[in-house]
């Protein structure tokens, strides 16, 4: 008798309990979370062929200006610039992530040194910040004690003209 219940108890264990374990049921939405609908077969192709088109693109250089506009608006702004005069020609720096991604080309050898310069300048940055951060935070703790001194005195004064 006691064989069948220790049996009945591993199964129902391995049926219901490691499964949850295993595969752990998500939490339910909560309640006001609308639903959407099921997207139908073609609504899904086409889901899908516009991510691979943008995958797809994402892997050429120069991907167009439907999906970066930003970028060709700053392009035509300083076509318009330098067409405008007076402005000196400035080469710009490449970003960080060209850098990496320049970096990366070359392997780890090249990737090594751009990663600690990244991390340095990142380093110092927050350590500014932080410093200016704790300069302006006793300037205001001066401030607020200063006022404090000046009501102080002020009541003090107030007092020794009141005769008791």
Known sequence: MKLKVVFQRARDYIRYDLKEIAFPSSLPDPPHIKKRRK???????????????????????DIGPELRPNDYKQAEEDKDNQDGGGHENKKKEPSTLEDLAVAARGGMETLRPALQRLYMTRASAYRDALKSFIEGYQEGIQNVMEKNIERESEKDGKDSEKPT
Do not use: G, H, N, P
Not at 41 to 60: D, F, H, N, P, T
């Open 39 to 61: 997207l139908t077969w073609i609504e899904q192709y086409y889901v899908i062929r516009e991510a691979c088109r943008l995958y797809a693109a994402s892997w050429v250089r």
